[in-house]
């Protein structure tokens, strides 16, 4: 998954936290059943002083066949290596099977190629 950022980030003088709002497009290379396509997000994250951020994203990917999902997800990050719990939604009849889909994505990035290597499993 290759990502371009945008982001603007506060610090909380009280909580000794940072908050960065951003919003990003990634191209997703699938593997089995899960399509190809386009994603577009944005959500804010928590960065504490421990180095571990939390975060709540949202967006839209569009698979290359055209069609369209929406995602809600919250995910935990500490040097480089995150856990993502995110469910979708869908009208489309051919992804009918992601509507209301739970599951956990397992990843870390990529250093040497400048991208994000993830495996997602199906919790519900």
Request: glycine share 8%.
């Amino acid at each position: 998954m290759r990502l371009i950022f945008l982001q603007k980030v506060t610090e909380d003088a009280i909580t000794k936290t940072l908050q960065r709002e951003s919003s990003w497009t990634a191209e997703i290379n699938s593997m089995n059943h899960f399509p190809n396509g386009i994603a577009s997000g944005s959500g804010t994250s928590l960065i504490h002083s421990n180095g571990i951020s939390i975060s709540n994203w949202q967006g839209i990917f569009t698979a290359s066949t055209g069609e369209q999902i929406r995602f809600e997800g919250r995910d935990m990050n500490k040097n480089g290596k995150f856990v993502v719990l995110r469910t979708y939604f869908t009208d489309s009849v051919e992804l009918s099977w992601m509507n209301g889909l739970v599951c956990l994505v397992d990843g870390h990035f990529d250093s040497q190629d400048k991208s994000f290597k993830c495996e997602g499993y199906e919790l519900m």
